[in-house]
């Protein structure tokens, strides 16, 4: 791309939501504390942009919800308490 590139915007609402999230869960012990909560956010953007990436090179061709229900909770493991 050229330009600015808002995907990687961490000031967009998406990175402040996913930030808030991270650190209430650091602080009520559902997430690792010996992780920085900047680097759980970029390890979840990620994810799903893998997720959406690859169902769009697929062409739709499968749930993305059920797929995502499926992979997410274990490529959340790594950051779980």
């Known amino acids: 791309t050229r330009g600015e590139r808002h995907l990687l915007d961490h000031n967009r609402f998406y990175f402040r939501l996913l930030r808030r999230i991270v650190t209430e869960g650091q602080a009520t012990g559902e997430l690792r504390r010996d992780?920085?909560?900047?680097?759980?956010?970029?390890?979840?953007?990620?994810?799903?942009?893998?997720?959406?990436?690859?169902?769009?090179?697929?062409?739709?061709?499968?749930?993305?919800?059920?797929?995502?229900?499926?992979?997410?909770?274990?490529?959340?493991?790594?950051?779980?308490?």
Do not use: H
């Open 35 to 81: 992780i920085p909560s900047g680097e759980i956010v970029r390890l979840y953007a990620l994810g799903e942009r893998a997720l959406l990436y690859d169902w769009c090179l697929r062409t739709g061709e499968y749930s993305l919800r059920e797929y995502g229900a499926k992979v997410m909770p274990m490529f959340l493991s790594a950051v779980r308490a």
